[in-house]
């Protein structure tokens, strides 16, 4: 929860002192920036702001769309006390104090609206201590997460909010908001400030739909721009090149952005893309994904998506998976382009992963069938007075290496688990098990 010190700074030079993204926050939704799907004139949330029908609800999107400021302006536009929270700073005490407080101010007419940014971040007490005061309407409750709501939020209290996605600013958006940062009295606008519209468009696409890191660039640029001699500012593209030296593209090897791009990567992949799949690989090298954990997912990939089509895809995997652990990053960074590639140009067959989840599904519904008498061992003499191995043939002592023996359960007998393809070497594994089987089915 936020809380004035004793050091604050009066509210202008507060102001004045602020970063340049937080000056320009917009008080209503006609200043606010993007996410015309859901405040643009006649859409849902901007219908509910209207006409005073707010409820809690989720705001779901990336870093930088405007969550925050959103939630500021539906406070100011509901007439309701603004409180922010923040899961490392507060604890159950805190919550169920400033809910007292809300259920207070709510018997003499007067809203609480609680924002919780990176709600995701609170653990399940926490979650909880906001539920039974959500159900009342003590507060409107509004939670900012980067992560998918499903796996993060208890669904006692999802079940009682609507979720809301934000999406990344478009270029257009930013560059807009670029251009207002340098008109605007909050901004720039006091300042003569020569900057290109090529290098507005440029800081524009490389924040990636993120405003605050397009103005947070902006801002640096021009602290940092060559003074004329009448005092005028202007933005170097050296200085634009530097401010830009590095993009942090959005990854979270903990969330939701860990799965869609491990995702994206395996199904490249098996559609035999390896553009796509080296550009994956790589976006999760670049985001601080661990190695091994790509090389693990290759090597299940070669025996699920590959499997007998190219039994060498196994072994290249686990190579690669010894070439990461014994090097590391960055030098392993190759070695995994060479198995995805790999990957992506081997034929496709997943015959083993059909069988394998065929038979693990018979195992879970079906009774325990017991192993047939005729192929089990018989170490001892009562085993044997059990007719346990009675009629067992040792395939290596006939002419075809072939039995017609049965060897699996009595209820199972002739269910067909591997059914091979025809691509590439599982063709011949084809052949040759449709040529076992025939010999099988003659009578002796």
């Known amino acids: 929860m936020e809380q004035m010190s004793m050091f604050d700074s009066p509210d202008e030079q507060r102001e004045s002192l602020a970063p340049l993204a937080s000056r320009l926050r917009p008080d209503t939704l006609d200043d606010y920036c993007g996410q015309q799907h859901l405040i643009g004139k006649g859409h849902i949330l901007r219908q509910l702001i209207d006409r005073g029908q707010v409820s809690s609800m989720i705001f779901w999107g990336p870093p930088g769309v405007g969550k925050t400021t959103l939630a500021r302006i539906i406070a100011r536009t509901a007439k309701a006390e603004f409180v922010e929270f923040s899961a490392v700073t507060s604890g159950i005490k805190e919550v169920k104090e400033v809910m007292q407080r809300a259920e207070h101010n709510r018997m003499l007419g007067q809203k609480t609206l609680l924002f919780a940014d990176e709600i995701h971040r609170f653990n399940k007490a926490q979650q909880d201590a906001f539920l039974p005061f959500v159900e009342k309407g003590s507060i409107i409750l509004i939670g900012a997460t980067t992560e998918n709501p499903s796996f993060e939020i208890n669904s006692a209290l999802l079940s009682r909010c609507k979720v809301f996605i934000l999406k990344p600013l478009s270029e257009a958006d930013l560059f807009r908001l670029l251009q207002h940062a340098l008109t605007s009295p909050k901004g720039f606008g006091s300042m003569q400030v020569f900057v290109t519209d090529e290098q507005l468009h440029s800081i524009a696409g490389f924040s990636n739909g993120d405003a605050r890191t397009a103005l947070n660039t902006l801002e640096v640029c021009v602290l940092n721009g060559r003074l004329d001699e009448n005092g005028g500012i202007h933005v170097e593209d050296t200085t634009l090149a530097d401010a830009m030296n590095r993009r942090s593209l959005l990854y979270d090897r903990n969330g939701e952005e860990h799965y869609n791009m491990i995702s994206a ?26 190695p091994l954990y790509i090389a693990r997912r290759l090597v299940r990939f070669a025996s699920e998506d590959i499997g007998m089509a ?63 008498l005729v192929i089990r061992n018989a170490p001892t003499k009562l085993m044997e007075d059990l007719e346990y191995g009675k009629g067992y043939e040792y395939a290596h002592d006939t002419e075809e290496k072939l039995t017609r023996m049965v060897c699996l359960p009595d209820a199972l007998a002739g269910t067909r688990y591997y059914l091979p393809g025809d691509q590439g070497d599982e063709q011949r594994v084809h052949t040759r098990l449709d040529e076992i089987l025939e010999w099988k089915s003659r009578k002796p």
């Open 310 to 372: 190219d039994s060498n895809a196994l072994p290249l995997a686990i190579s690669v998976f010894e070439a990461c652990h014994k090097l590391g990053m960055p030098e392993c960074d190759v070695h995994l382009t060479h198995c995805v590639v790999y990957l992506s140009m081997a034929p496709k067959s997943n015959s083993l992963y059909m069988a394998c989840e065929h038979a693990k599904s018979d195992i879970r519904s079906r009774p325990a069938d017991p192993v047939p």
């Open 265 to 290: 990567l395996h199904k490249s992949m098996r559609n035999s893309d390896p553009d796509a799949a080296v550009y994956w690989c790589m976006r999760m090298l670049d985001g601080g994904e661990d």
